[in-house]
Each structure stands twice: as structure tokens, then as C-alpha cells.
């Protein structure tokens, strides 16, 4: 069965740094693509990033572009998103998601299983 | 970029109602549409990809048409458990859009 844990969420000052990490299991993590999707309290999803397999592909929304950074640790199964210069419009929880296939060829990226989300708050 | 339109942005239907939810594409995007659902405090769930294909696990009520712009998830019979959002998704290119939810309740 296939898990995602997210952690590392928390309130922060506007400015502030914070980084989070999905730890994974149930399945090959370092065969497959993984996103970072956000939603903000109340609001709809939000794509935050991608990276690739082996790390070589990373992918990013305009709105953190520049802040965020998002990498993986095959060796220990984990995602992480680095994210800097938080500002109130960062608030919401932030999913870890799967990529559907672990064939790269197989075009496009929708997400068949998601963590439970870990809540970041920025707020002074 | 591509932007993803959902309408309505919410419904009331009764238990037993056919109902259907439309999302539309600014530019076609082929069948390269899932649509997921999101239980109230839950995360979401992968629903439907390529536009009509069921993901395993989900009931035959849900199904989803369409290609190009126009994209439509229908429940033939609304079932209490089914009150969520829900979300289509463009998956061809960057950015990986998202509609923005259409919220499902029962009468």
C-alpha cells in the first residue's frame, strides 16, 4: 500500500524559511516522479512543483518561483520542498502526491495517491 | 498558460439525481483530463484519467467525456457518500492546472 507522510509544517513569520518533507512507502519512490499541490484554507488545489525520478527534472509554478526548491532523497525515500521568503499567501496545506506511472515515456503527470497534507501558516 | 473553468461552482442535488459537472480548457488539451474528489477534511482522490477512464476502486456511477476544451464528470445516481469537491485537472503540459472545484451537496 502505497503511503505518503508529510511533516514539517508550521507557523512562521512573513519572511521566514521552512521546509517540508513526505516521507514515502509502498512503492518504488525512486522510480517515480513526485509533486508538491497546496491548497489554501477554503480554496481550491494548487500546483507547487514536480521533480523528476532521479532529480534532474524540477518544475515550478510561477507564484514561488524563486523561493521554493524541491528535491528528494532516493536513499531515504523522501520529498522535500524548501521554501523561503513565505508570505501570507503561502498559507494552506501542502500535499505530497505520486505520479501515476513510473513509465517516463508515458506522457503527462496526474497524481493517484496523495499524503494527508501537513499545514504551513505564515502570519505575524 | 492553460487556465481549467469549472461550472458550477457548487450544486444542491437530491440522493438519486443525475448530476453533472463541466470543465472547460482555454486551449485543447487532447484527453489529458483527470478529475479527483475531495471528501470535507480529507485529501483529494484520483477519480478519472484521460478524460474517461475510471480509476480502479471507484464506482460505476462516476463517469467522465470529453476531448479538446470540453470535459464533463457525470454521477448517474448521487449518492450521500459522493458530497465533496471536486477538481478537473489538465495533465499534457506545465503548468499541471487545476480547475478550480465544484462543491457537491445533497438536498
Known amino acids: 500500500e502505497v503511503q505518503l507522510l508529510e511533516s514539517g509544517g508550521d507557523f512562521v513569520q512573513p519572511g521566514g524559511s521552512l521546509r517540508l518533507s513526505c516521507a514515502a512507502s509502498g512503492f518504488t519512490f525512486s522510480s517515480y516522479a513526485m509533486t508538491w499541490v497546496r491548497q489554501a484554507p477554503g480554496k481550491g488545489l494548487e500546483w507547487v512543483s514536480s521533480?523528476?525520478?532521479?532529480?534532474?527534472?524540477?518544475y515550478y509554478a510561477d507564484s514561488v518561483k524563486g523561493r521554493f526548491t524541491i528535491s528528494r532523497d532516493n536513499s531515504k525515500n523522501t520529498l522535500y520542498l524548501q521554501m523561503n521568503s513565505l508570505g501570507a499567501e503561502d498559507t494552506a496545506i501542502y500535499y505530497c502526491?505520486?505520479?501515476?506511472?513510473?513509465?517516463?515515456?508515458?506522457?503527462?503527470?496526474?497524481?493517484?495517491?496523495w499524503g494527508q497534507g501537513t499545514l504551513v501558516t505564515v502570519s505575524s | 498558460d492553460i487556465q481549467m473553468t469549472q461550472s458550477p461552482s457548487s450544486l444542491s442535488a437530491s440522493a438519486g439525481d443525475r448530476v453533472t459537472i463541466t470543465c472547460r480548457a482555454s486551449?485543447?488539451?487532447?484527453?489529458?483530463l483527470a478529475w479527483y474528489q475531495q471528501k470535507p477534511g480529507k485529501s483529494p482522490t484520483l477519480l478519472i484519467y484521460?478524460?474517461?477512464t475510471l480509476q480502479s476502486g471507484v464506482p460505476s456511477r462516476f463517469s467522465g467525456s470529453g476531448s479538446g476544451t470540453d470535459f464533463t464528470l457525470t454521477i448517474s445516481s448521487l449518492q450521500p457518500e459522493d458530497v465533496a469537491t471536486y477538481f478537473c485537472q489538465k495533465y499534457d503540459t506545465v503548468p499541471w492546472t487545476f480547475g478550480q472545484g465544484t462543491k457537491v451537496e445533497i438536498k
Open positions: 502526491a505520486k505520479r501515476f506511472s513510473n513509465v517516463v515515456v508515458l506522457p503527462g503527470n496526474y497524481f493517484d495517491s
Open positions: 486551449q485543447g488539451i487532447s484527453n489529458y
Open positions: 484521460a478524460a474517461s
Open positions: 521533480i523528476s525520478d532521479n532529480g534532474g527534472s524540477r
